[in-house]
Structures are given as C-alpha cells and as structure tokens.
C-alpha cells in the first residue's frame, strides 16, 4: 500500500480509502446501497486494515448513524490501534426531527460533532468534511464554526464534499483573512463516468494544496463490468434500485467496452481497470472504494496493483474525455500566445 501526504499537512493516508456507505441498511436509499451488520461489517474491517488501509471514511447521516456506530464497535471488537487509524465523517444532512438538526450552523456542526463522537465512541474525528452545500448559512459561519470544534480537540483536519469550486475558494478567503483552520481536502464525485471536477474543482485543489478523495469511483456500479448494452440489470447492484450518480449512459457503455477489453489482457477485472485509472490521476489522494461482501473488497483491493501503459491510458482517456467546455476552450486557445 502506498501513502500519500494528506494535502499540505503532515498526515500520511493509504492511497485506498475504504468508505462504510453499506454498513447498516435501515429504510430507503441505504437499504439499496448495503446491509451490512456487525459480523460482516468486522469481516471487511480486518481485511482492510490487513491490507494497509489506514483511512476510513463515513457519514452521520449513512444508515441515519448506524454506520457510524457499527464502525466503531468494529474497531473495538477487532483491537485496532486507534492511533494507527485516519478516521473521516461528514456534517450537514439531517439527523433529527428538529428545526436545526440540518445544515452547517455552528449549532448543527457542534451537535453533530459530539453525536458522531457518542456513535464512534472516541475522543476525535480526524477529519471533519461538510457533506454539501447549505445555502442558508453564511460560509464565514461555518468556517468559524470548523475552526472553533478543531480548536476544541474534537476534530483534527476539516475538508469539504460537494461545493462548487468558487465557494471553496470563497471558504480559503475567509480562513486566511482570519487566521482560522482551512480545508485541507476535497471529498467529489470522480469517476471516468463523471470527470466534471477536471474542470473547476481540481485546479482549485491544485492551486490550494488540498488532497482529493474521489467518491463513486465505479459511478455507483455502472463501471463494475456487471453493465453492457445487453444487461440493463446486474440483479446484485444498488444501480438495479438506486440508479445514482448520474450517468450519460450510451457514453459509459463505450468506457465500459474499453476497460473490459484492457482488463482481459491483464486478466483482471473491469472494475481493477477504473479503479487504476483514478488512482493515477494527477492530484488525486485516495481513492475511496466500498464493499458488500469480501469478494467485492478483495477484487477492488487489487486495483493498486495494476500497471497501465502509456497507451491503455490515452485509449481510456480518449472514449471518457469531457466534452469542451467555454470558457475553458478560450483560455487554451489563448495561452498558447503565452508559451
């Protein structure tokens, strides 16, 4: 395994992430996306903590805090060192019937922060993302919100999931202008499905020094090599319920031709192939994978072992390539004036 610095700080993380969506189930999009409980839960923790995975990710709101608590029972059942662990979790959706149980308040981050702790059961998050946008709370309260719970010893590393790339700079303004805590991360939808993040967001992440953890990196199963033009249902795959993220799906099918046709020359699966490609983009950190069951995780874990050459690599590039965009296209055009 392989260990890359988290951004511009000094903490060290597995180039894998491994992501705990399908721990717990419960009702609606979760009971799609994984039923996983305890034994199964601890079944792939050891496997992954085997592995060299130092960095796991979750959310309050997956499983609506199950995950979260099956997590951490999971790393009390197995004796991991805690301190040899990169543990993540996410604030904004909501998790309770109240008014404020939503959002990026102050009052919202400081009650998640402590529920998560309570579920997890331990003293700190390593690294606290904001799950998404919340247009009705002012950035520079959130950030002054993220600087005072780091400052409080509860969170470690704070980052950010789904914002446009103007209001993650607009967030890096305010934490330098007053001297407060800044993201160190960038948690986006990344997939050769979905490379919209080329466009804005990683620029961003590289002018910032953040690191960047694709989600989805399999675009929610589609790329598995379960799908083709001839098998709309792969009968085992939350995409047959749950049909997320977006895909343009006559596009993926001829990305899925490509990476099917490398992955039998190196005798590997479909999935090993997409998962490589993530892997080796420029500014990415690490790559965050889920599982349902341990031939899953152990097929997705051997991604990191595949080489891909020069040329494997432009051919996937060239079937999954963004399509020109302005104002894009004009300032290539005119930075070529520029050397």
């Known amino acids: 395994m392989k260990y890359n610095f988290l951004g511009g700080t000094g903490l060290l993380v597995s180039e894998i992430c491994f992501g705990t969506m399908t721990f717990g ?170 490379r919209d993040i080329e466009r804005e967001v990683l620029p961003v992440a590289e002018d910032l020094n953040l690191g960047v953890m694709p989600w989805s990196p399999l675009a929610g199963g589609f790329l598995s090599g379960k799908y083709t033009r001839d098998t709309e249902k792969a009968g085992d795959s939350r995409r047959d319920t749950f049909d997320f993220p977006p895909v343009n799906k006559d596009k993926a099918y001829d990305i899925i031709d490509v990476i099917s046709d490398i992955g039998k020359q190196h005798n590997v699966s479909a999935a090993q192939v997409a998962l490589a490609w993530v892997r080796l983009q420029k500014g990415v950190t690490s790559t965050i994978i889920g599982a349902k069951n341990i031939n899953q995780l152990n097929d997705n874990l051997k991604s990191i072992e595949l080489k891909l050459s020069a040329d494997e690599l432009q051919r996937i590039d060239e079937v999954s390539a963004l399509t020109r965009e302005y104002p894009g296209w004009m300032v290539e055009r005119q930075a070529a004036d520029r050397g």
């Open 25 to 194: 189930g419960g009702q609606g999009i979760w009971s799609a996306i994984g039923q996983l409980k305890q034994d199964g839960v601890n079944e792939l923790m050891k496997t992954v903590i085997d592995s060299g995975i130092n960095f796991i990710d979750t959310a309050n709101v997956y499983s609506q805090g199950e995950s979260e608590t099956l997590l951490g029972q999971s790393i009390i059942d197995l004796g991991f060192n805690r301190e040899e662990l990169v543990i993540a979790t996410k604030v904004r959706g909501k998790m309770g019937d109240g008014i404020n149980s939503i959002g990026l308040s102050r009052f919202h981050i400081f009650n998640s922060v402590d529920a998560s702790l309570k579920r997890l059961q331990l003293d700190h998050i390593d690294v606290l993302y904001v799950h998404g946008v919340d247009k009705r709370t002012p950035i520079e309260e959130t950030m002054r919100a993220l600087n005072d719970i780091v400052l409080s010893g509860k969170v470690r590393y704070i980052a950010c999931c789904n914002w446009p790339a103007w209001m993650v700079m607009k967030a890096a303004g305010i934490a330098e202008k007053n001297g407060w805590n800044k993201f160190v991360g960038l948690q986006y939808y990344y997939s050769l499905a979905g």
